[in-house]
């Protein structure tokens, strides 16, 4: 059996992906004496509906609150953190993890090995959170309590990736008599878990605080530091505006702030000491384009989507160059086995062509058609969500440039309820819609692109690109024992995906960061991005 044990020293979080630069200005001025406890002010961008969730945002505010078994350290190793050690079973398909004695839940729960095995069978078989099911429930099988400092969790095949799709903030361990007795609103506004901070308040539509937890004994192995929490509290503050969050940290309102605007990237880095550039890994901000209905049933009138806007030079432009291009639509380039390459530059006369051969000919205002109509194509994106107001602009100069070459692209903005409610689940609602993913495993391939069946639909699937040879090969790399093979089986997969032009790249989804001055050993964590404040300390 394969044998992890916990390291004697915790690791710190730098990272190739986590770029921390340390500016030239101090940005602030003050004694530097450090502070016993306070309240860190931070200002976030979107609000979820529950603390804890299949949402990306979700995970980000749920880590203050829930541990996980493992972590994922920046050299993309797998570190402990509930789980002090774990073993994998020779045939790969089950996983053992001695769990660290004595924690518990804030409500007085033990933390122990049933505890474990509940919340695995909620997020495989229950609604404690979408993504985490997505995640396992293609192989899990059961979970259950060796004793109590063990659990084994079963799968029915072997899936390397498990473990590293478990260190998202998706499986946060809960307190199962909080899950048991309380009602859902209670537990998706207040989860008791066993974290650094426990949720003191939650005034919708302005902030959540977050209260210190004395008797925090269970922190990551990529801690900074061991003990509770440094700080009193933490305000999280939503702030959608772009303009007033980064304005709130340049007059020392917060003391840090999500999502820089990338026109002020470069003042914040010449300000604050701590800016940090997280480019964020899994399915990055792609078009899914229907492969079902409309124009793009056709593989030729999908490329030439693809050839016939400067995709690279809009993002670039739009961005400021902070945030990168990214022409791989299937998986981002901060992600395992991730495939280089650009399957549509930037090329109007190879788009005229394919357009064309597909039976388009130039109408009147340089509109293709066809059959009497026009080459409209329907882009649905979710506004202030998945795409910021600066990504709402690369949308709007794209537009241009398709106008440019022949396809009149239709704008239509989605809210988050509309989005999430169905309203464009159907393949008659739109052309193109442009999302992300995240996922620290190329096993991202499975939740997005395995093809759907009556009895077994995948509703993430948003190109509608059932390919059950597809299916077969990343089914293939998920469950292949020799990594390197698996690994190549995930490059095929995308370059299947590319040679189809079932998605057409765009940009990496990226976290622009930065803090205070007088913040100290504020990180994010590898795998998602998510915000780390038990370590950090303030200063006067």
């Known amino acids: 059996m394969k044998k992890y044990l916990r390291p004697t020293l915790a690791l710190t979080a730098a990272g190739a992906l986590l770029a921390g630069v340390t500016a030239c200005g101090s940005g602030e001025s003050g004694s530097g004496e450090r502070i016993q406890g306070g309240t860190i002010e931070y200002a976030h961008v979107q609000e979820p509906p529950c603390i804890f969730g299949g949402w990306i945002q979700q995970a980000y505010i749920s880590r203050q609150v829930l541990d996980g078994l493992v972590t994922l350290a920046d050299d993309g190793t797998v570190k402990p953190w509930l789980a002090q050690s774990w073993e994998v079973s020779p045939d790969g398909r089950t996983y053992t993890f001695a769990l660290k004695p004595g924690v518990k839940f804030t409500d007085g729960t033990p933390l122990d090995a049933a505890a474990v095995a509940y919340n695995f069978g909620q997020f495989a078989h229950g609604d404690l959170n979408s993504t985490a099911k997505v995640s396992i429930s293609p192989y899990f099988t059961s979970a259950e309590a060796v004793d109590p400092q063990h659990v084994a969790i079963h799968l029915s095949d072997p899936y390397p990736e498990f473990l590293r799709l478990i ?197 009147d205002g340089g509109i293709y058609r066809k059959d009497g109509k026009s080459l409209t194509i329907r882009v649905v994106y979710g506004a202030g969500s998945f795409i910021t107001p600066e990504g709402a602009t690369i949308l709007q100069a794209l537009q241009e440039q398709w106008k440019q070459n022949g396809f009149d692209v239709e704008l239509i903005p989605a809210t988050m309820a509309e989005l999430w409610g169905g ?10 819609l442009p999302s992300y993913w995240t996922s620290p495993s190329p096993a991202i391939l499975w939740i997005v692109w395995r093809a759907g069946t009556p009895t077994d639909p995948n509703g993430n699937n948003r190109s509608f690109f059932n390919d059950p040879q597809l299916t077969s090969l990343i089914n293939a790399a998920n469950t292949n024992p020799d990594t390197t093979a698996g690994f190549a089986q995930y490059r095929q997969a995308q370059q299947t995906i590319a040679d189809d032009a079932a998605g057409i790249g765009l940009y990496t989804q990226s976290s622009l960061i930065a803090s205070s001055n007088r913040l100290h050993d504020f990180w994010v964590e590898k795998s998602q991005g998510e915000p780390v404040f038990s370590d950090a300390y303030l200063t006067k």
Do not use: M
């Open 167 to 363: 260190t998202q903030g998706y499986f946060g361990i809960q307190s199962p008599t909080a899950l048991k007795t309380r009602s859902a609103e209670e537990n998706c506004e207040k989860p008791i878990g066993s974290g650094a901070f426990t949720v003191a308040e939650w005034k919708k539509g302005q902030q959540v605080t977050f209260k210190r937890n004395p008797n925090y004994t269970s922190w990551p192995a990529t801690a900074k530091h061991q003990g509770p929490a440094l700080v009193d509290a933490i305000n999280w503050k939503f702030v959608p505006d772009a303009t007033s969050r980064y304005a709130s940290l340049t007059t020392g309102q917060s003391d840090a702030i999500y999502e820089v605007p990338t026109v002020r990237w470069k003042d914040a880095q010449q300000r604050f000491k701590n800016t940090i550039r997280y480019i964020t890994p899994g399915k990055p901000v792609s078009f899914s384009v229907n492969t079902q209905q409309g124009p793009f049933t056709d593989k030729r009138v999908r490329q030439a989507f693809g050839y016939a806007a400067d995709r690279k030079s809009a993002v670039q432009a739009g961005f400021h160059g902070v945030i990168p291009y990214e022409p791989n639509a299937a998986v981002s380039q901060s992600t395992p086995a991730y495939l280089g390459g650009d399957p549509y530059p930037y090329n109007p006369a190879k788009a005229a062509d394919l357009l064309r051969q597909a039976g388009w000919t130039k109408g």
């Open 423 to 432: 309203k464009y689940s159907d393949p008659a609602t739109y052309d193109a």
